[in-house]
């Protein structure tokens, strides 16, 4: 199995190109799973559906969540049909299994006027306030995770036509920019930036203090003390402004599908729960006036 791993793991980052952080999910799936059939003295190309069944039920009584059980499936399942077509195994046996049942969690959303009050709250009267009213009005306006907008470059923001480029893995989309977030990041890159680096070959498009690229927490933190300056009950993460962002959109007529490319999910399920928030006018009318609603 080891070597059939290592070609699996391989043909993963050579081929299917994937992130590094994908490729490790996929490698401490199988390394954990080759250690339950070392236990139980299994040979990978002998496993049946029994095992399997076997391995989700030990997975569940470890206390694993229902998402990381079907994960580890997909990386199980993903291997087999590797193996399967290299003919070192004669069937999947993860063919018929199914995976346990996530509940989507409802995401936490900001309104309105708790994202209004928030951005308002960094004061461009100095180099850290006017990259923080930058920083804030980007993640609002973009909806990006936290780790695609620290891993941003200068270049990859087109002032001039107004979108951004964020690649995630082998994978890209553009972003639109609106007006305010515009108007801040030009702002923050002509008045503050270059002062702030201390090297310039420094690429990152947002740092800190010291001239260095952001990190999560460095992000995490400033956020947190903004909300504290909002006097703004809720939890807010960066994860909170990127829900913020969607759901706003679809409340103000987006199309569902604009929405799942701008987010960068892959599955439009994934997009789908913010339906719940979406005006109840807005289904209203569907209701009304779709033949099939």
Known sequence: M???LKLFFEFLENEKKLSDNTLQSYKRDLKQFRRFLESYSLHYNKVSEDDINLYIKELQENGKKASSISRAIASIRSFYQFALKRKKVKRDPTANVKSPKIEKRV??????????LLLDQPKDVDLKGTRDKAMLEFAYATGMRVTEIISLDIDDVNLEEGY???TNGNKQRTIPLGTMALNALKEYIEDA???LIKDENQKALFVNVNGGRLTRQGFWKIIKYYKEQAHITKDITPHVLRHSFATHLLQNGADLKAIQTMLGHSDISSTQVYMQFQDGGLKDIYKKAHPRA
Not at 108 to 113: A, D, E, F, R
């Open 193 to 195: 930036r270059d002062i």
């Open 164 to 166: 951004v480029t964020c």
């Open 107 to 116: 995401p936490s959303v900001l309104t309105s006027k708790e994202v209004e």
């Open 2 to 4: 080891e070597r059939q």
